[in-house]
């Protein structure tokens, strides 16, 4: 197999279910297999990518990756130090871009010997297109590599850049833990529809078309999420007995202070992985 260009190779550090959501779609957009290098020393999820992706695939850390112009650091944060060690010496040229959570760009800098940092928050609809994705840089990024980093995540969902690190507190709060609210709710109105007389898949079909198609609508409307709301909340109606319901329980105030605690844990694995 031909070595890859050094400006169009891209390493990844771990080949978890992130790291296969980006692989595809750089080989969907026409990134060629053969400038994808993964480091991933479990045999069974190596094999997988190799069957499905074509990429190389190496079992540990090595001159390959001095191909790579963008790294992406797709391992668990507390294995983060013990994967850098031996792939600092052949990344440390490259632009740095992390999906993990809580490892901040001073640490990401100090272990590979790169300032060129990105650290990005997805979360897991961007296995199916659909994610959201907040992003900081380092000032030594350029906009040139900004942009390279916008391609990459393209086929994920949307991206959002943000000019404050501690943000991403924030926005994994918000969107990083998002989806598992959502599903949250989606098995309360599941419970609800099977109580209320359903079958599982009907309340299930009708949560998730509500929940995407609210979404939607909430996409595309200039209208702020109180009044759309309020336009379906008719007086003594059937909403408004269920959202009164939801206030007499305090479902709001409850709801704004797990995001709070989300955001404070959020601190928290920072302080104990990625000071």
């Not at 659909?130 to 949307?158: H, K, N």
């Amino acid at each position: 197999m031909a070595a890859a260009s050094s400006s169009s190779c891209v390493a990844f550090i771990g080949g978890g279910n992130m790291a296969s959501a980006l692989i595809g779609g750089l080989l969907q957009s026409g990134h060629a297999g053969d400038a994808i290098v993964v480091v991933e020393p479990v045999d069974a999820q190596a094999e997988r990518l190799r069957a499905r992706f074509g990429v190389r695939v190496l079992p540990e850390a090595g001159p390959a990756l001095a191909q790579a112009a963008l790294v992406v650091w797709a391992v668990k944060p507390q294995l983060f130090r013990e994967a850098a060690a031996p792939c600092a010496p052949h990344v440390h040229h490259a632009v740095q871009l992390s999906v993990m959570a809580g490892i901040r760009s001073g640490a990401l800098c100090a272990a590979t010997g790169s300032a060129r940092v990105v650290r990005a928050m997805p979360n897991t609809p961007a296995l199916v297109g659909r994610g959201m994705t907040g992003l900081f840089a380092s000032p030594q990024v350029s906009a040139a590599e900004r942009s390279a980093v916008d391609r990459l995540l393209a086929p994920t969902g949307e991206v959002l850049w943000l000019d404050d690190e501690t943000q991403l507190d924030a926005v994994t709060a918000l969107s990083g833990s998002g989806p598992a609210y959502v599903f949250y709710f989606v098995e309360a109105m599941m419970r609800a529809g099977v109580e209320l007389g359903l079958s599982a898949e009907q309340a299930r079909r009708l949560a998730l078309g509500t929940f995407s198609g609210a979404a939607a609508l909430a996409a595309q409307s200039t209208d702020a999420p109180q009044v759309l709301r309020a336009n379906v909340t008719s007086k003594r109606g059937t909403t408004h007995a269920a959202i009164t319901t939801l206030e007499e329980r305090g479902v709001m105030d409850a709801f704004v202070a797990a995001l709070h605690a989300a955001a404070r844990r959020a601190r928290e694995l920072g302080d104990e992985f990625g000071g």
